[in-house]
């Protein structure tokens, strides 16, 4: 079941539990405290002074407090309900964590990383339904982007925007270009892959101005293998040398960093505006490597 979707229940069940208790079992906590606190001071002024339990403050104190003490349901429920309200919204409307499971996005993402996404830089959305309602800022090539999988909406894939709506995007001879203009690489040291542990070819690339790193193996071929049927799968040209794809309206073109061991939209196609989850711009943690941690491109 989605996450999302778990934690909303949650928040319905304990604010439930939660107006519950301070409409209605609060107040009558409170009057059995009163009562039982009255009928103790009655007992106390029969006895007098003379006989009066010299811990009586503070046997009457714990008597209001039993009785005012919720009882474990609305203690495992009300209670936790400020709590989930406060993670449900900033995960729904400003940050969501994320672990990176596989070594798609190497070097900028390492198996291991854990990432914030930035969940309102694209426009606020709705959770459970991903609805936008608010306008943000246009996705932008070279993004790193967090998103629901269009062959399986309940899986997190996380991606490099390459393709805007209207681009033609050309993966030839493990050569990139955007509407017939090259994507500019410089030539980085050879990279140690250290979960396949063998050297990939690094080049930095240039994207719209911005730069990252990328991985290219010389032994694999450049042609798609196992190219899956996908919607507009028909705005895609497969040949020998790579993929020329234009990318439909309200669709973008994604692609991992590590080129050649990346499933990505040459293989299942493009990914829908609606599937967004958000930017993804921050490393808070690697149990491996403690200098992970910062902003990345």
């Given at each position: 079941?989605n996450?999302?979707?778990?934690?909303?229940?949650?928040?319905?069940?304990?604010?439930?539990?939660?107006?519950?208790?301070?409409?209605?079992?609060?107040?009558?906590?409170?009057?059995?405290?009163?009562?039982?606190?009255?009928?103790?001071?009655?007992?106390?002024?029969?006895v007098?002074?003379?006989?009066?339990?010299?811990?009586?403050?503070?046997?009457r104190?714990?008597?209001?407090?039993?009785?005012?003490?919720?009882?474990?349901?609305?203690?495992?429920?009300?209670?936790?309900?400020?709590?989930?309200?406060?993670?449900?919204f900033?995960?729904s409307?400003?940050?969501?964590?994320?672990?990176?499971?596989?070594?798609?996005?190497?070097?900028?993402l390492?198996?291991?990383?854990f990432?914030?996404?930035?969940k309102?830089?694209?426009g606020?959305?709705?959770?459970?339904?991903?609805?936008?309602?608010?306008?943000g800022?246009?996705?932008?090539?070279?993004?790193?982007?967090?998103?629901?999988?269009?062959?399986?909406?309940?899986?997190?894939?996380?991606?490099?925007?390459?393709?805007?709506?209207g681009?033609?995007?050309?993966?030839?001879?493990?050569?990139?270009?955007?509407?017939?203009?090259?994507?500019?690489?410089?030539?980085?040291?050879?990279y140690?892959?250290?979960?396949r542990?063998?050297?990939?070819?690094?080049f930095?690339?240039?994207?719209?101005g911005?730069?990252?790193?990328?991985?290219?193996?010389?032994?694999?071929?450049?042609?798609?293998?196992?190219?899956?049927?996908?919607?507009?799968?028909?705005?895609?040209?497969?040949?020998?040398?790579?993929?020329?794809?234009?990318?439909?309206?309200?669709?973008?073109f994604?692609?991992?960093?590590?080129?050649?061991?990346?499933?990505?939209?040459?293989y299942?196609?493009?990914?829908?505006?609606?599937?967004?989850?958000?930017?993804?711009?921050?490393?808070?943690?690697?149990?491996?490597?403690?200098?992970?941690?910062?902003?990345?491109?």
């Amino acid at each position: 079941m989605n996450f999302a979707l778990i934690l909303f229940v949650l928040v319905v069940v304990t604010g439930i539990a939660w107006v519950a208790d301070k409409l209605v079992f609060m107040p009558r906590r409170r009057l059995a405290a009163d009562a039982a606190v009255d009928e103790f001071d009655r007992q106390q002024a029969r006895v007098g002074e003379r006989f009066a339990d010299e811990n009586a403050p503070v046997t009457r104190q714990q008597l209001r407090n039993d009785k005012l003490r919720q009882p474990w349901w609305l203690e495992y429920t009300a209670s936790f309900f400020p709590v989930i309200l406060v993670v449900f919204f900033v995960r729904s409307f400003i940050v969501e964590p994320f672990k990176i499971p596989s070594g798609s996005m190497v070097p900028t993402l390492l198996v291991g990383d854990f990432i914030l996404v930035n969940k309102f830089h694209y426009g606020i959305r709705l959770p459970i339904t991903n609805t936008r309602i608010t306008q943000g800022a246009p996705v932008q090539r070279g993004d790193v982007i967090v998103f629901r999988y269009p062959k399986d909406e309940s899986v997190d894939y996380i991606k490099r925007a390459i393709g805007l709506p209207g681009d033609v995007v050309a993966y030839q001879d493990k050569k990139l270009t955007v509407n017939g203009q090259p994507v500019p690489e410089t030539p980085l040291p050879d990279y140690f892959d250290e979960e396949r542990i063998g050297y990939a070819k690094q080049f930095e690339e240039t994207i719209d101005g911005r730069k990252n790193a990328i991985l290219n193996n010389p032994a694999v071929p450049p042609y798609v293998i196992g190219a899956e049927d996908f919607p507009y799968h028909d705005n895609c040209q497969y040949n020998e040398r790579g993929v020329i794809c234009k990318v439909p309206p309200g669709h973008y073109f994604m692609m991992g960093d590590n080129r050649d061991n990346s499933a990505d939209s040459r293989y299942w196609g493009f990914v829908p505006d609606a599937n967004i989850v958000g930017r993804a711009f921050f490393i808070w943690m690697n149990f491996s490597s403690l200098r992970r941690i910062g902003s990345f491109q």
